[in-house]
T-cell receptor, first 117, second 114 residues
């Protein structure tokens, strides 16, 4: 079984600052994917960024980037130039991948990120 | 191309009643996943279905809960004889088969048991 741990229940930064959300996971699998999802007050789950475990290069999506350390089983999310609209719950998630298709996601408990004006 | 559609958005049931939650996956998606989110918690995997098949129901309570994804129509998560502890947000996600592993989420159904 996989576990995902987010050790920061809440974080608060000023607008335009850079913030890093931490995530660690535990698995014996070799083929897997890692995700960061954003859940604003609307409750919609929005995919922020995805990382394939077999790729050494860290994924980047505009202001969002990850620091993927496979050996340490760490997957942190960096948000640069933070904006008020980034205020939301952020969930780290793990998915084992088998050749026949994708399994369900295992989520961390989330980090509530607050961007202050 | 409409996203994942869940209905109803809000559902209120009295203890002992049945709750039926519906999920229409994105067009072309044949994999459906159901998750439950308790207050202040992350989403917990419940069940993974493909058309007419349950692939993995390891996260589903053994009693009162069932799920189906028929050949035609939406996926249904059914909770019989609801109790207050069933109150939660229930999310459905869908994905394509094969290498496209991105799961798209619906907006969820908030079930309140009174």
């Amino acid at each position: 079984a996989q576990t995902v741990t987010q050790s920061q229940p809440e974080m608060s930064v000023q607008e335009a600052e850079t913030v890093t959300l931490s995530c660690t996971y535990d698995t014996s699998e070799n083929n897997y994917y890692l995700f960061w999802y954003k859940q604003p007050p609307s409750r919609q789950m929005i995919l922020v960024i995805r990382q394939e475990a077999y790729k050494q290069q860290n994924a980047t999506e505009n202001r969002f980037s990850v620091n993927f350390q496979k050996a340490a089983k760490s997957f942190s999310l960096k948000i640069s130039d933070s904006q008020l609209g980034d205020t939301a719950m952020y969930f780290c998630a793990f998915m084992r991948y088998s050749g026949g298709g994708a399994d369900g996601l295992t989520f961390g408990k989330g980090t509530h990120l607050i961007i202050q004006p | 191309n409409a996203g994942v559609m869940q209905n109803p958005r809000h559902l209120v049931r009295r203890r002992g009643q049945e709750a039926r939650l519906r999920c229409s996956p994105m067009k072309g998606h044949s994999h459906v996943y159901w998750y439950r989110q308790l207050p202040e918690e992350g989403l917990k995997f419940m069940v993974y279905l493909q058309k007419e098949n349950i692939i993995d129901e390891s996260g589903m309570p053994k009693e009162r809960f069932s799920a189906e994804f028929p050949k035609e129509g939406p996926s249904i998560l059914r909770i019989q004889q609801v109790v207050r502890g069933d109150s939660a947000a229930y999310f459905c996600a869908s994905s394509q088969q094969g290498l496209n592993t991105e799961a798209f989420f619906g907006q969820g159904t908030r079930l309140t048991v009174v």
